[in-house]
């Protein structure tokens, strides 16, 4: 069974600062691996898939990598804006996507 | 292009009435997905359905469940005689193929339909 685990719970950094988000997974064999955004009361927001064949994928301020050997997974989102706050979620999986628990970010103005 | 329509966004139920809920995937999109997202847990699979099919309601709960996708219309996720413990956010994806076959298939999330079971 996969087990996706999320570093920190929390995070809370001024404007400007970049960001580290940690996902790992216990099944290094994926299909895909998702990283989402969900506002509060709100639905997910496909940031970035990184197919198992990839090892990062960018989009704007967003870059996430991924090393199935150690199975892992970094969303990096440089200079943070307070727009960023939000919770971050990683899924792992084809159509059955395995979640973590997510990382709640706030950004400081 | 109008994204994975969900409605109602909100329900209240009292225990022992039947909830339903209505999934438009997005345009396009033929692969339907439901997920339940408890209070203070992480989204858990339900059910994958393509038209008129089920294909894997593995995560579905053995009794009062049921999920159908049909030729004409939403994709309905159906909770008969709810209880407290149904209380969630349900959410529905959409995916123009299946995910994981050929590494593409990219999952849409709705916004959610949020149940309330008093």
């Known amino acids: 069974k996969q087990e996706v685990t999320q570093i920190p719970a929390a995070l809370s950094v001024p404007e400007g600062e970049n960001l580290v988000l940690n996902c790992s997974f216990t099944?290094?064999?994926?299909?895909?691996l998702q990283w989402f955004r969900q506002d509060p009361g709100k639905g997910l927001t496909s940031l970035l898939l990184?197919?198992?064949?990839?090892r990062e994928q960018t989009s704007g301020r967003l870059n996430a990598s991924l090393d199935k050997s150690s199975g892992r997974s970094t969303l990096y989102i440089a200079a943070s804006q307070p727009g960023d706050s939000a919770t971050y979620l990683c899924?792992?999986?084809?159509?059955?996507?395995?979640f973590g628990a997510g990382t709640t970010v706030t950004v400081r103005a | 292009n109008a994204g994975v329509m969900q409605n109602p966004r909100h329900l209240v139920r009292r225990r022992g009435q039947e909830a339903r809920l209505r999934c438009s995937p997005m345009?396009?999109?033929?692969?339907v997905y439901w997920y339940r997202q408890l209070p203070e847990e992480g989204l858990k699979f339900m059910v994958y359905?393509?038209?008129?099919?089920?294909?894997?309601e593995s995560g579905m709960p053995k009794e009062r469940f049921s999920a159908e996708f049909p030729k004409e219309g939403p994709s309905i996720l159906r909770i008969q005689q709810v209880v407290r413990g149904d209380s969630a956010a349900y959410f529905c994806?959409?995916?123009?193929?299946?995910?994981?076959?050929?590494?593409?298939?990219?999952?849409?999330f709705g916004e959610g339909s949020r149940l309330t079971v008093l």
């Open positions: 990184i197919q198992s064949s990839q």
């Open positions: 994806a959409s995916s123009p193929r299946i995910s994981g076959r050929d590494n593409t298939g990219e999952l849409f």
């Open positions: 359905l393509q038209k008129e099919n089920i294909i894997d």
């Open positions: 899924a792992v999986g084809d159509y059955k996507l395995s």
């Open positions: 345009k396009g999109h033929s692969h």
């Open positions: 099944d290094s064999a994926i299909y895909n």
